[in-house]
Nanobody, 123 residues
Framework: VQLQASGGGVVQAGESLRLSCAASGRTLRGVAVGWFRQAPGKEREFVGASTRTGGGTVFSNSVKGRFTISRDNAKNTVYLQMNSLKPEDTAVYYC?????????????????WGQGTLVTVSS
């Protein structure tokens, strides 16, 4: 299984970005896909996840209301739409999947990780 995260870049505060997580080697149907981020000098933190059924999402309080997650099953891709970006959203963003059951917010529940894509938000 390989996950390819892309779509990062440099934006100004208030702008939007959409990250993509494309999977190869297995379908994303029926698996939970999460997004995490890691800012310089900080631990990796949970951002949000699309649940196993694909019909639900959960988010951290820091991004709730600004970020959304969607899936395109035909492209085997999950998207993280980030709106109203803030400088504190600056980080490397990673996508990951849980190959079975697990806690969406728990870093250790995820079995496969993408390589990360850098998002920089300037003030």
């Amino acid at each position: 299984v390989q996950l390819q995260a892309s779509g990062g870049g440099v934006v100004q505060a208030g702008e939007s970005l959409r990250l993509s997580c494309a999977a190869s080697g297995r379908t994303l149907r029926g698996v939970a896909v999460g997004w995490f981020r890691q800012a310089p000098g900080k631990e990796r933190e949970f951002v949000g996840a699309s649940t196993r059924t694909g019909g639900g999402t959960v988010f951290s309080n820091s991004v709730k209301g600004r970020f959304t997650i969607s899936r395109d099953n035909a492209k085997n891709t999950v998207y993280l739409q980030m709106n109203s970006l803030k400088p504190e959203d600056t980080a490397v963003y990673y996508c990951a999947l849980i190959n079975g059951r697990g806690c969406y917010r728990d870093y250790g529940s995820y079995d496969f990780w993408g390589q990360g894509t850098l998002v920089t938000v300037s003030s």
